[in-house]
């Protein structure tokens, strides 16, 4: 099941150095372009994630008010994430290409969370707020697939076992990948894998860009195993680096 899953993979890319080119193992041009597409929605969603992942303690802390971190500011940073995960500068979005629009499109999202979020981030008085990495990137992703839903979708998912809202329960594809390309115990921490493959009876490109456990995760998703985290939810026992997840991205041909 597994090895005929691996051969049937059309190509596997991991995206290990900065300087890997999607294109270098493109089997056609219409397929580099949804690839660099699908990469690049990833890798900037997983940026401004980030943002908010390094900034947990502050947005729960009860005695500060203005938190200093406004849409700009999330923005500046998730720039700076971005070419540190990438090494490459953040996506313009000029111009009409597809690839410009879908990203303007994305950021255009994560600036309205952001504006959204504001009043709820500088509540003062207030510790825990609920506005979480995960529950950031799912408010993105959900609206960013609502939007552009007949060229892109993106969405957070994880392995079955790790499933806390079932919305983001992993279809068929994303348990293989999880299964084949990111080993739960691999010391090799691969970065993405992309395959052309139909999504939704639509021929595209989809994407996985695995998320690893952090130090600022654990509180919640680390140990003891069993016990409560601060959100109410059920620890998972897990480790820095363990894989908890993934945004899964589809980009669908471009019919132009
Ligand atoms: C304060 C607790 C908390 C922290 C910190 C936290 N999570 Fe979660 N995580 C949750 C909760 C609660 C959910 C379910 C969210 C929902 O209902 O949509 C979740 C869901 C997820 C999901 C989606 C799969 C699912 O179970 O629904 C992934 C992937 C994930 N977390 C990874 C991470 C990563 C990676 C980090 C660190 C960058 C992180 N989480 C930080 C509590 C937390």
Redesign the pocket.
């Given at each position: 099941m597994r090895s005929s899953f691996l051969s049937s993979c059309a190509f596997v890319l991991l995206f290990a150095a900065p300087s890997s080119s999607v294109l270098a193992a493109d089997p056609a041009p219409a397929d580099g372009e949804s690839q660099i597409l699908a990469k690049q929605l990833a890798d900037v969603l997983s940026a401004a994630?980030?943002v908010?992942?390094d900034n947990?303690d502050l947005i729960?802390d009860p005695a500060k008010g203005d938190k200093g971190l406004g849409t700009d500011v999330v923005l500046t940073r998730a720039a700076a994430n971005y070419q540190a995960a990438t090494g490459q500068p953040f996506p313009t979005t000029d111009g009409d290409s597809r690839r410009a629009r879908l990203t303007k499109t994305l950021i255009t999202i994560i600036r309205g969370v952001m504006d959204k979020a504001q009043p709820l981030i500088n509540e003062q008085g207030k510790g825990?707020k609920?506005f979480?990495?995960?529950?950031f990137?799912?408010q993105v992703a959900r609206e960013f697939s609502r939007t552009v839903e007949a060229e892109a979708v993106i969405r957070?998912?994880?392995p079955a076992e790790?499933?806390?809202?079932?919305?983001?329960?992993p279809d068929e594809w994303e348990v293989k990948v999880f299964e084949a390309q990111f080993k739960p115990d691999s010391a090799d921490k691969a970065k993405a894998f992309i395959e052309r493959v139909d999504y939704k009876g639509k021929a595209g490109v989809r994407l996985m860009l695995p998320?690893?456990?952090?130090q600022?995760?654990?509180?919640?998703?680390g140990e003891p195993k069993g016990e409560r985290?601060?959100?109410?939810?059920t620890k998972e026992g897990k480790k820095l680096g363990d894989l908890?997840?993934?945004?899964s991205v589809a980009v669908f041909d471009d019919k132009k």
């Open positions: 994630e980030k908010i992942a947990q729960d825990y609920s979480l990495p995960p529950i990137t799912d957070i998912t994880a790790l499933i806390r809202n079932r919305r983001h329960r998320q690893y456990y952090d600022s995760c654990l509180k919640c998703h985290d601060i959100n109410g939810g908890g997840g993934g945004i």
